[in-house]
């Protein structure tokens, strides 16, 4: 498990990037229920972040990402991390 580098803060969903091999393990029934809980008791874990080539790469949280996406939401929760591109 990687050190966070910052300490958590609100990014753009939009400028999130999601490789394409992670959005390939994406389950919607999994992002329905993290919605649902989202919308009853707020974002419980932020999302895990590196800096890549001038934009932010999703390290762990997709489901969550999609499931902020789904709800309309325009920021989400995220801590910097320090990984190595996959």
Known sequence: MEAPLKAEQA???ADVYVPVKRKKTL??????VIAESILEEGQKTPIQVRQG?????L?????RL???KALGEETIRAIFVQARSR
């Open 11 to 13: 990014v753009a969903i």
């Open 27 to 32: 389950e919607p029934d999994k992002v329905e």
């Open 66 to 68: 999609e499931a902020c």
């Open 59 to 63: 390290v762990e949280g997709l489901h």
């Open 53 to 57: 080539q001038g934009r932010l790469v």
